[in-house]
Every structure is written in structure tokens, then in C-alpha cells.
């Protein structure tokens, strides 16, 4: 039989409330780098219209990015997280810590779920190729043998890499699939001149497979099946680097 193990139901008895908030994972790294006292940041709690907004702000001793092989100073990770708050949607959710003495205890009932999302900046989007870049590096290298390898292969009229490349070549054409930080590259520079491609517009630009096309579109970009918009693709909230056509019209409206 397991063993039982008692739970402090203390936080019950205090009626805790607690936020579950998801945040980006390079904000929780900058969160390990702090001293053990040491302050994260700062949340601020106000109202505008009538509506409750809450932002995190980083602390500024966290904000430095120390990324293997990246020399530019510039690059930081973003100061402001605004939150974008959601209901608990009828659920019962709570939050337990486990102590060094093997004793569990329930710190408090879930009463609000939020997402911590960044302020998008030319920071932010160097931070995102950063990342796409690290993602993307290959899990083997290549190395300089010192001897001679004496391994005695049998010759071939064609190796299969150059069979399946040859039939690829024929099936999808002239075109070849470009490296794919390449095409990123070209993807982003794209983006930033219209929010809105379908998919035979951006293999113009690109001048990819439509399957290779495809599959880094649904990385970085959502497919639009229906409204004014419809069969056409658009990046992601966290890559875009302008505002949507809503947040514009909201901001005339204020002004």
C-alpha cells in the first residue's frame, strides 16, 4: 500500500487567493539568475476606462540577456510584461508547495488565470530570432578526423541522399529548400510590410516548397479559415512587430 501523507489545509482556513500565471520561458531563466533575496520585479495594479490592467515590470539587474556567442550589448530581455487576464471558467484549481521535510501544503485556491506576455520591441524581436536560431542548430557537428578512416566501403553509381534529392528536385520543381533561418528572415521581413499574405504570395517572395513553406507558417503564424481575411496567414501575437487593424481603431476612438 502507498504511503499517506498529510496535507496543511491552513490556507483553506485563511480563504487564500492565488493567480496561475503562464509566463515566457526565458522570463522565468532571468527569474533563476536573481539572489536568493533579491527582488524579480514589480507588479502594477490600475484602471483605465473602467478596466483593470496589470503589468509586470523585470527588475533592471535582470533585464541583461548573457546569450553563448552573442556580443551585442543591445540585446535584453524585454522590462514590461502586460498581463492579459482570463476566467477561471468554473473551475476548481488550487496551488500546493512541498517543503524540504517531505510536508505538503495547499497555499491557496486558484481565483484568477492570466498570461504574462511582452511588450513588443526591436529587442524583443531579436530576442525571437535568437531563440528560433538556438532552436534550430543542428544536434551533430562535424569533426576534423586525425587518421585516415581505412573502413573499406563498397562504391555505388548513386548515393541515396543524391537519389532523393534528384526526385524532390522533379517533384517540387526548381525549388529547393533554403536554410531555414533564412527564410525567417524573409518571413519577418515580409510581415513588417503587410499583416495579411496567402500562401502563393508568400512562396513569390520566399521562393520555397509549399510544404516547407507551410510548416514554418504554422510555427510563427495562424491560417485565417474564414471572415474578411480568409485563406490568408498572419504571424503569431509574439512575432508581430505592429499593431492590429483592432488596436488601431480602439486607439483613434480614445483619442
Known amino acids: 500500500m502507498s504511503e499517506k501523507m498529510e496535507v496543511d489545509l491552513s490556507g483553506v482556513k485563511q480563504s487564500k487567493g492565488v493567480w496561475l500565471v503562464k509566463v515566457p520561458k526565458y522570463l522565468s531563466q532571468q527569474w533563476d539568475k536573481a539572489a536568493e533575496k533579491g527582488d524579480v520585479g514589480k507588479i502594477t495594479i490600475g484602471k483605465k476606462q473602467g478596466k483593470t490592467e496589470v503589468c509586470f515590470s523585470l527588475s533592471d539587474e535582470l533585464t541583461a540577456l548573457d546569450a553563448v556567442g552573442e556580443n551585442d550589448a543591445s540585446l535584453q530581455v524585454p522590462k514590461d510584461h502586460p498581463f492579459t487576464m ?17 510536508e505538503i501544503s495547499l497555499e491557496g485556491m486558484v481565483v484568477h488565470r492570466a498570461e504574462c506576455r511582452p511588450v513588443v520591441t526591436d529587442s524583443y524581436m531579436k530576442l525571437k530570432k535568437l531563440q528560433i536560431k538556438e532552436s534550430v542548430k543542428p544536434q551533430r557537428l562535424s569533426q576534423q578526423l586525425e587518421r585516415a578512416v581505412t573502413t573499406i566501403f563498397k562504391p555505388v553509381a548513386n548515393h541515396d541522399f543524391n537519389v532523393e534529392y534528384e526526385k524532390k528536385k522533379k517533384t517540387e520543381g526548381k525549388m529547393v529548400r533554403a536554410e531555414r533561418q533564412l527564410v525567417l528572415d524573409m518571413l519577418f521581413s515580409a510581415f513588417e510590410k503587410h499583416q495579411y499574405y496567402n500562401i502563393k504570395a508568400l512562396v513569390d517572395i520566399t521562393k ?9 507558417m504554422r510555427e510563427i503564424g495562424t491560417y485565417n479559415s474564414k471572415g474578411a481575411h480568409k485563406s490568408t496567414w498572419e504571424l503569431k501575437p509574439e512575432y508581430r512587430h505592429y499593431q492590429s487593424a483592432e488596436e488601431e481603431e480602439e486607439e483613434m476612438q480614445t483619442a
Do not use: N
Not at 482570463?86 to 517531505?102: N, Y
Not at 520555397?208 to 514554418?216: A, R
Open 208 to 216: 520555397q516548397p509549399v510544404t516547407y513553406l507551410k510548416e514554418i
Open 86 to 102: 482570463h476566467t477561471v471558467g468554473g473551475q476548481t484549481m488550487a496551488v500546493f508547495s512541498h517543503s524540504d521535510t517531505d
